[in-house]
């Protein structure tokens, strides 16, 4: 049975082309208009998705085809999409930007994927009819993909707009839907991984009021929502997504025969701890887990939780907080220590580690492992990542492969210390066959019932990590 789900792809040439500001605007564009918006984020990054998020005030997906594969790809969009008047996509990188010179799980490979129409915003500064000739080679690059449209940025004036969309109409022959003239006004600034996350932006909804006005005056909203509803329906082939098929080399899996009740699994979860997807929420859900959120930073002792789960996020922007904060930090390491399982990411290790140091001042952290964190000036990783679990751990089997990705600033200072404390209680399960690690091309550092990790991790393309956050919940909710 084919349904319609209507959809639009944005996407630009390269990064910083204004692929997220026209998203935004158009999302609050569309709420306006009184309907229902499911955003969706092409690529790894948390932090464009928590602004997508924020604007259609619904959750927003991730469509990353190397952290998740098309079988589970296409499903999830249409589970997510099918309650939506529309469903709303950003791209990464330049359109056709992948891992290799074939474009793989590039922006365009996932409009392909998805049989989706492409909305285009091209950055036309200091240039006129060479914008036509370059929209020209991207139509003809890939004759499988759909450009229904495009939109200008960076306008200098009338002029530069009206000799650029009258060459690209004439050449091209598809419509110009709006040109941005050039701001001086930042209303989305940028910190080292990026966007500010909206959660630390003081002016987040006027950030995203400015999008909706400059996109209501300056775009051609109706037309653009004409393009979405006309996508081609798709058909409705929707599998349990917690159910691994065999799929890319993997053995054939299941983790969802009985759901597990009572379970309550802790997610620290507050401005310091903000990067997730929400689809690892929604499969441990699906597994009858309860998601009881905390704050790393207001809170002075965990609540009654089987596991816990600690994001990304930028500690080091408070790292004060965090280290005033010894009630929690001491009332962590004791439950740990009491066999707790948790699950830590980037941010989340480096909260595990013994200190932080932040131009030159060092600040406590929990102490579960030796390692001191200091934050650098350049990404010490950044970009996909392969591990492979070779040691035993607390939540994957050996031998497992574990596609993710790494975007970090910070790095360990005293690689040494893991066999000057604590020996033999310490050590690392993952190699590194794409990335950097924690330290010498070694991750997935392990202390009793506790993993920490660089990697991120996505639950629909990794379901290892769900199978084993209910596992360990459950032990521990045993023993108890």
């Not at 997906?61 to 950003?90: C, G, Q, W």
């Not at 050039?182 to 950030?207: D, S, W, Y």
């Not at 790292?319 to 990411?345: C, P, Q, T």
């Amino acid at each position: 049975m084919k349904m319609k789900y209507p959809r639009i792809i944005v996407a630009g040439l390269k990064g910083g082309s204004g692929k997220t500001t026209l998203s935004l605007g158009l999302i609050a564009a569309f709420r306006k208009k009184g309907m229902k918006v499911i955003p969706f984020k092409k690529g790894p990054d948390y932090i464009d998705g928590g602004w997508l998020s924020t604007a259609a005030g619904t959750p927003c997906y991730n469509l990353d085809t190397f952290l998740v594969s098309e079988s589970r790809i296409i499903p999830s969009f249409m589970n997510h999409a099918k309650t939506a008047d529309i469903a709303v996509i950003e791209g990464n990188r330049g359109f056709y930007d992948g891992m290799d010179e074939q474009g793989t799980h590039s922006t365009a490979e996932l409009a392909k994927m998805l049989k989706s129409p492409v909305l285009l915003i091209v950055d036309c500064t200091k240039a006129t009819r060479t914008i036509a000739a370059i929209i020209a080679g991207i139509q003809k690059f890939d004759s499988g993909v759909e450009i229904k449209g495009v939109v200008l940025n960076y306008i200098a004036g009338s002029r530069h707009e009206f000799i650029i969309r009258n060459s690209i109409e004439k050449y091209c022959k598809i419509p110009v839907l709006g040109a941005f003239p050039r701001m001086r006004e930042e209303n989305f600034p940028e910190r080292h991984m990026g966007l500010v996350p909206f959660q630390e932006h003081i002016g987040a909804q006027k950030a995203i009021d400015k999008a909706l006005e400059i996109t209501e005056e300056y775009i051609d909203v109706d037309a653009i929502l004409k393009i979405a509803k006309e996508a081609e329906p798709m058909t409705n082939t929707i599998h349990d997504t917690r159910c691994r098929i065999q799929d890319e080399g993997n053995r054939a899996s299941c983790i969802m025969h009985h759901a597990s009740s009572g379970l309550k699994i802790g997610v620290i979860r507050d401005s310091a701890f903000q990067f997730y997807y929400p689809e690892n929420f929604e499969e441990l859900k699906a597994l009858g887990a309860e998601i009881i959120e905390i704050s790393a930073l207001k809170e002075k002792s965990l609540p009654d939780i089987d596991a816990l789960y600690i994001g990304g996020g930028f500690p080091e922007t408070h790292a004060i907080a965090l280290a005033e904060n010894s009630d929690f930090r001491d009332s962590l390491r004791k439950a740990i220590e009491k066999g707790l399982s948790v699950y830590a990411e980037c941010g989340g290790l480096m909260y595990l580690g013994k200190s932080l140091v932040v131009d030159g001042r060092t600040y406590p952290m929990t102490e579960i492992f030796p390692f001191i964190f200091s934050l650098e000036k350049k990404p010490q990783a950044h970009g996909y990542s392969i591990a492979e679990v070779r040691k035993a751990n607390p939540f994957y089997p050996e031998g497992a492969v574990l596609k993710g990705h790494e975007f970090h600033y910070s790095r360990v200072i005293n690689p040494e210390a893991a066999s000057e404390f604590n020996a033999g209680n310490i050590s690392f399960a993952f190699g590194m066959k794409r990335g950097e690690g924690i330290t010498d091309k070694l991750d997935g550092l392990c202390y009793k019932n506790v993993l920490a990790t660089y990697t991120h991790t996505h639950a629909l393309g990794t379901p290892e990590w769900t199978s084993g956050m209910i596992k360990k919940a459950e032990e521990y909710k045993r023993q108890r």
